[in-house]
Every structure is written in structure tokens, then in C-alpha cells.
């Protein structure tokens, strides 16, 4: 059973919608028991850095998604989920996960006619290989909501960039944790072939 | 780089797509799943989903549409008409939405705007506005005022000032409707789009008046709009999303093109 990590009461059913589209059963919990019978957990995005932080930290869910990982359960992070991973964020100015060296910072754009949040079909280009983006090709595009864009410290992180004024990591991971900047679940077809190789993925890269 | 986007609205009344002429004469013309399974499939970028009468008859928006198209299409999904709290936005949201519109209720209650963006954040709520063309007043000086309840009532309030103030309440975005040219299929106000464009820093999506695919080029050009909403020339079999998307491309603008 996959389980989708819920810390905030946010709406995560498209998650899940996604997930169900591709034949994988997933199980939207937010008690952290659950995630030691999980065979996958996705951590998705909602909300904020610090509230998102405080919530998993007063019911031991950070503690127990660390183990997980630790165990090598194959992990997804979505959004914030996968901001989160990190060792800081701007947002809030919060400690993170620290599962990726590196930190979040907000976007800053002294052109007016460059939007924040950026939100919108954006160019996702791989540059490194990895399973979960193997049926991603150039031009293919992602859905994005966001302020904050992740920096990893190490390169060999970093799976695929974005442009938007500056360029950024949109997908990173390290063993059998991967995260994405993007929605997959609201990026049609090129996004449900993530979450269709993640449903098959053995957390190996 | 971002895409320009290409957004279809699916007017719906009791559970079924209708499409309006200048916002009175409704007529039904179809299943709204359907249409939104055929438009996700051809390639659409973004869907609105709005229930035209909820606004003035006070009825509930139907979920159950809305959570049935959210099963099958895959892209963000936009949902308005008689969205009246953040009660109605935490609904909608749950079936399947992933933004919020509000429109009648946040001219009648701006602080509607704050709380919705409290709740669901300020990237999911949409600040949706009809306007119309009026002689500028000491009321509205940019010529272009509010109106609500499906265009039936003016508010005596001016769009561009209207526009400002949704956004410092915390609008993520606007869509801006002409209700001048709603249903003509004669283009889109592009200055009305241009002059919103200018005056926000969040995206303006231009809606009202598309026949033509020139008139897509001209307000994501001249109009300065982040996406153009698209209806009766798609819902009738003229354009399909597709041919819009590649006409828009081949004329140099960014736009997704693989799905």
C-alpha cells in the first residue's frame, strides 16, 4: 500500500486521483504507524514551509518519514513536499528535513512583468538520467505553483531544471528519494508517466 | 520560460454546458464531462468550470460535476458561480477543484477575497470580474465598470481600481470579462485586458469575445493577458483546442505542444 502523507488537512485527493489513474492504491493518512507498512509514500505539496514543518514535527511524522526513507521504502515528493527535503527554507525561515543538502529561497525578480507566484506550464529538461523521468522528453511540460524554487548543494542532486528568469532544480533526489518542483498529478499525460514509473520504481537510481 | 495558456470555460446550468450571448440568452449544448475529457485530451491547458445561475438563484454549485470531471482530466481545474464563502471554496476544492472563483459575493463582501486566500492560499483563488464599457465618471474614470449577478447589475465601481484592490486582498489571479464582448466572437477587449494587465503583477486571464484564433494572438500580444479563455468557438466544433495551440506557435508564441 503506497500512503500519501497528510500534515495538513489540505486537499490532496488529486494526488491520490492521479495515483488511482495509473493502478497504484494509495491510502491518504495522517498517522505516522501507517508509514511503516507503507511499500511507497508520497509527501505532497501544501501550504507553507513552517506550518507544514510544526505539523509533522508534533505528531512524530518527520521522525517516521526519515525512517522510511532510511529503509529505502521508494519516496515522491511534490511541491513544498519536496522543498521540505532540504536543509532550510526562506519561507518562514525553517529548518527542513535535511534528507538534500541545500537550501529554498524566494523568488526575486526586479522586472515587474515577471510574476510571482510562478505558475503555469513550464519546460522541465532533464539532465541527468533517472528512472522516474525516463519516458520525459525534451520540450514535454510540467505544471507549476510556487514562490519558492529549491538549491540544492551538490549537482549530482539535481535531475532535471527549469527557466524562469533564473534556472532551477524542478527535480532532485538522492537513492530512493525523488522529489519534483512541479505537479505530476496536474500535468496530464507526461505527468501521470510519473507517477505510472513510480508505482513500479524500486528505489534503486 | 512559461507557456501562454489556452483555458476553456464550461458554462454550466443544471448539470449541463450552456453557452450565453452576451450573458442573457442561454442554450444548452452538451455534457460537461464529456467536453472536458474530449478538451483535456486535444490538449487544453487549464479548465474553468462556472455554474452561470448559481449567483442569482443562490443554488449550490454541483459538486458532483465537478468531482466527475476531476477524475478524468488531469490539468488544473478552476470552479466559480455562487461561491459565497470559504465554506463554498473548502467544497469545491474537496470535489476536485484545484482554484477558486469568486466574482458577485467579493464585490458585495471584498473580504471574502482574504479569507478564501487564508484558506486554500492565494495562488488557488481567482478573482473573476465582469466589466463593462460605461462613459467615464467620477466614479469609474477608466471607463470600464463592475457589474454582478451575470451582468445584470452595475456596481458603480471602476474595473481598474476593482482589479488593485483584489489583488491586495490576495487574488492570485484575475480573469477579466467583457461583457460588451461576451458571446460575440469578435475579439477580445483588448484594451480593457491591457490597461488590468498593466496596473496587476499577477496573471490576467482575458475572457469574452473569442471567434477567431487572431483573436487569441491579440490579447496574449497587444492585450498582455497570461492566458486567453476560450468557449463558444471550441464548444461549437469550429476550433479545436489543438489547432488554436499550433496556430498560436507557429506564430512565435510559447505555448505547451506535447501531451
Not at chain 1, 529549491?150 to 549530482?156: Q, V
Not at chain 2, 495558456?5 to 449541463?16: E, F, H, P, Q, S
Not at chain 2, 463593462?132 to 445584470?152: D, L, M, Q
Amino acid at each position: 500500500m503506497a500512503i500519501i502523507i497528510d500534515y495538513d488537512a489540505g486537499n490532496l485527493r488529486s494526488v491520490q486521483r492521479a495515483c488511482r489513474e495509473v493502478g497504484l492504491d494509495a491510502e491518504i493518512s495522517a498517522d505516522p504507524e501507517r508509514l511503516r507498512y507503507a511499500d511507497r509514500i508520497i509527501f505532497p505539496g501544501v501550504g507553507a514551509a513552517g506550518p507544514a514543518m510544526r505539523s509533522i514535527t508534533a505528531n512524530g511524522m518527520d521522525e517516521a518519514l526519515k525512517e522510511a526513507i532510511a529503509r529505502g521504502v521508494p519516496t515522491l515528493g511534490i511541491c513544498l513536499g519536496m522543498q521540505i527535503s532540504l536543509d532550510h527554507s526562506e519561507e518562514g525561515d525553517t529548518d527542513t528535513l535535511g534528507l538534500i543538502p541545500g537550501q529554498v529561497r524566494r523568488f526575486r525578480f526586479d522586472r515587474p512583468e515577471l510574476k510571482i507566484p510562478h505558475m503555469g506550464w513550464n519546460e522541465v529538461r532533464v539532465v541527468k538520467p533517472h528512472p522516474l523521468l525516463s519516458g520525459v522528453c525534451p520540450g514535454d511540460e510540467f505544471y507549476f505553483v510556487h514562490g519558492y524554487y529549491p538549491c540544492p548543494d551538490d549537482p549530482n542532486d539535481v535531475y532535471a531544471v527549469t527557466d524562469y528568469e533564473v534556472e532551477f532544480a524542478c527535480a532532485l533526489g538522492r537513492g530512493n528519494y525523488f522529489g519534483m518542483q512541479c505537479h505530476p498529478e496536474k500535468s496530464g499525460r507526461v505527468g501521470l508517466g510519473v507517477f505510472e514509473r513510480f508505482a513500479r520504481w524500486d528505489g534503486s537510481c | 520560460m512559461l507557456s501562454k495558456r489556452v483555458i476553456a470555460c464550461l458554462d454550466v446550468r443544471d448539470g449541463k454546458l450552456a453557452k450565453s450571448i452576451k450573458f442573457v440568452d442561454t442554450k444548452d449544448i452538451g455534457d460537461p464531462v464529456e467536453k472536458a475529457r474530449e478538451y483535456y485530451l486535444d490538449g487544453l491547458d487549464e479548465l474553468v468550470f462556472y455554474d452561470i445561475t448559481a449567483s442569482s438563484d443562490r443554488r449550490r454549485i454541483m459538486l458532483d460535476v465537478v468531482e466527475a470531471v476531476a477524475e478524468q482530466v488531469f490539468i488544473p481545474l478552476s470552479v466559480g458561480g455562487g461561491v459565497q464563502s470559504v465554506a463554498d471554496a473548502t467544497d469545491l476544492r474537496l470535489a476536485g477543484a484545484e482554484k477558486i472563483n469568486v466574482n458577485s459575493a467579493a464585490v458585495q463582501r471584498p473580504a471574502l477575497i482574504a479569507e478564501c486566500a487564508d484558506a486554500i492560499g492565494n495562488q488557488n483563488v481567482v478573482l473573476s470580474m465582469d466589466v463593462r464599457s460605461v462613459t467615464p465618471s467620477a466614479e469609474c474614470p477608466s471607463g470600464y465598470e463592475i457589474v454582478i449577478n451575470g451582468g445584470r447589475k452595475p456596481m458603480g465601481i471602476d474595473a481598474i481600481a476593482w482589479a488593485l484592490e483584489g489583488e491586495r486582498l490576495g487574488a492570485g489571479e484575475l480573469v477579466v470579462n467583457s461583457i460588451d464582448a461576451d458571446g460575440t466572437r469578435e475579439g477580445y477587449e483588448l484594451n480593457l485586458t491591457a490597461r488590468i494587465s498593466e496596473a496587476v503583477r499577477i496573471p490576467v486571464i482575458a475572457s469574452g469575445g473569442a471567434g477567431r484564433p487572431e483573436h487569441l494572438y491579440d490579447v496574449l500580444t497587444k492585450g498582455k493577458a497570461d492566458a486567453a479563455l476560450v468557449a463558444s468557438m471550441v464548444h461549437y466544433g469550429d476550433y479545436r483546442i489543438s489547432e488554436l495551440k499550433r496556430y498560436l506557435h507557429d506564430r512565435g508564441l510559447k505555448m505547451r505542444m506535447s501531451w
